[in-house]
């Protein structure tokens, strides 16, 4: 058994029930006068925003709006907020907060490092993609041809959406340099066993590019354990501000190379390398609070645990603040998982929708997509919403994988998303709405 699912399990094992009400208690949304009786299910596409996050950027805009890092009080207390975001981020996804780069969304972050490998790799050099990702983590590649890389398509099952891992071990060879592919697709929902894969890839000397865009918000990954070089994900689906967050490795980074002002090239300058766009600086602050919501997550269910201190900036962080991501993402994926049957074993007992990835909660983030036989995806959403339920329509920038599993891009599948928050009395008024309006 992988090291990282013994952990998770032995977590598992000694966890408390979520306690919903508190949960819902940090995320404004959920006493919103304009939400309220709206069940939220389009998740995938975007998260509540938690409070600390809130409260995070109305303090940046109110208190200390100014340019940071001056030696005014205003500027000083502005550059310290945004450097505590990347040792933040660090703790909880198990890397060193040089390695974390935070730009203005994993669409922007990928197009510039695909313009870095572009720069280091040489023509014939060959790239996997799939076509099971969202379009930010597999168009970028693809254009590649144009400096002279080879690109190599690991393709999905067309019936399950799958991914083969025996197809991977064919599409690589001696000129494989890069192996890019989702932790989870937006539109299949399948958790690929990304910690075998990047083992594989790092054996033959392939640098992985891992999109957990649709992972994320289901509980941070260990970065660390998965093994992934460089890993992506977007912090407006983790209950977050709009901003894309990206871990790379240090050694990949030095290969890389600066991809910003060249004066900016030094070490000290790290978190400028790869975000050409310049920083949001209040959006890079307000990132504390999604760290500060988990914090809260695990005292209320464990009790305190010893704050971070100032001297884990430099180092790979703690295994105290490693057991606290751990038992932060295990109760959320519990919570997630018990909610999920009822919805999979509605859907399936369905005969005029096909459930698009697996048919089981195991291995499945609780984003569902659907097609239905005679039904319009657009005109269903439109009458979910009707009952109160925010759905999305669509490909959802999944093109390339709606295209392969045989779906009519145009129309796409209707998907229904939700995250730990989201109530087992939620679920049960979708499946009764979904009852009434599916054919
Ligand atoms: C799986 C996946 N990857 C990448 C992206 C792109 O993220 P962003 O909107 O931050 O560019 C999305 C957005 O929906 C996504 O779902």
Redesign the pocket.
């Known amino acids: 058994m992988p090291a990282v699912i013994q952990q998770e399990q032995g977590i598992a094992n000694a966890l408390p029930a979520l306690d919903l009400d508190f949960v819902r208690s940090q995320f404004p949304a959920f006493s919103e006068a304009t939400l309220a009786g709206q069940a939220h299910f389009e998740n995938?596409?975007g998260s509540y925003a938690c409070r600390q996050v809130i409260e995070r950027l109305h303090h940046y805009y109110r208190c200390t709006k100014v340019q940071p890092y001056y030696p005014s009080p205003a500027a000083t207390e502005a550059g310290a907020q945004m450097d505590q975001a990347y040792v933040r981020l660090a703790e909880y996804l198990n890397v060193r907060p040089q390695e974390v780069h935070i730009g203005p969304?994993?669409?922007?972050n990928t197009a510039t490092l695909a313009q870095a490998f572009a720069q280091v790799l040489q023509p014939g050099d060959e790239i996997i993609v799939t076509n099971q990702?969202?379009e930010?983590?597999t168009g970028v590649w693809r254009r590649l041809t144009d400096a002279g890389m080879v690109i190599r398509e690991w393709s999905i099952d067309p019936e399950s959406g799958a991914l083969d891992s025996a197809q991977l071990a064919q599409l690589i060879s001696p000129r494989t340099r890069l192996l890019t592919l989702?932790h989870c697709?937006?539109i299949i929902g399948q958790i690929n066993p990304v910690a075998e894969i990047c083992q594989q890839a790092k054996a033959a000397g392939i640098i992985t590019v891992v999109?957990g865009?649709?992972y994320a918000g289901h509980g941070l990954p260990d970065v660390t354990a998965l093994g992934a070089d460089i890993y992506l994900f977007?912090l407006?689906?983790v209950y977050g501000p709009h901003q894309?967050v990206m871990t790379i490795r240090t050694p990949i980074a030095e290969f890389l190379g600066n991809q910003s002002h060249f004066f900016n090239a030094d070490p000290a300058h790290i978190h400028a390398h790869f975000v050409p766009a310049g920083p949001d600086h209040a959006q890079v602050a307000a990132c504390n609070g999604v760290a500060e919501y988990f914090d809260a997550l695990h005292q209320h269910h464990f009790g305190a645990t010893q704050a971070p201190s100032a001297s884990s900036k430099d180092t790979a962080h703690t295994t105290d603040s490693q057991q606290r991501a751990q038992r932060v993402a295990a109760l959320m994926h519990a919570a997630e998982q018990a909610l999920l049957p009822p919805l999979l074993d509605f859907l399936k007992q369905r005969n005029s929708v096909r459930l698009i990835g697996p048919q089981q909660a195991e291995n499945r983030a609780p984003t569902l997509s659907i097609v239905p036989a005679r039904q319009n995806p657009a005109e269903l959403c439109a009458a979910l919403a009707q009952h109160g339920i925010m759905a999305g329509s669509g490909h959802?920038?999944?093109y390339r994988a709606v295209k392969a599993l045989g779906v009519n891009t145009q129309t796409g599948v209707l998907r229904l998303s939700f995250v730990h928050y989201t109530r087992a009395a939620e679920v049960e008024q979708l499946i009764r709405v979904l009852d009434q309006v599916l054919d």
């Open positions: 995938a596409g969304s994993t669409s922007q990702d969202h930010a983590n989702p697709s937006n999109d865009v649709s977007s407006y689906k894309g959802f920038y999944g």
